[in-house]
């Protein structure tokens, strides 16, 4: 993958960061070694847990492959 074909970062089944690029770095404006200690709700405003909830519910199930999600 190149460009926007790439993700900006991989998580892990547990929720947690496993991969960041350099744009989920810049954007986040946190260090690559800070993020890969947190879990995606971390970061996420917290009326929209139970979205993510939700979603990784799905993906977890096989009902979905993957998951794109635009946050505030």
């Given at each position: 993958m190149t460009g926007f074909d790439q993700p900006a970062y991989v998580l892990g089944p547990d929720g947690r960061?496993?991969?960041?690029n350099e744009s989920c770095v810049e954007l986040l404006g946190r260090p690559a070694t800070e993020l890969l200690w947190l879990?995606?709700?971390d970061?996420?405003?917290p009326d929209d847990h139970a979205g993510d909830r939700q979603r990784i519910g799905q993906l977890i199930a096989g009902k979905v492959r993957?998951?794109?999600v635009d946050e505030r």
């Open positions: 960061f496993v991969w960041v879990h995606f709700q970061l996420t405003h993957w998951l794109r």
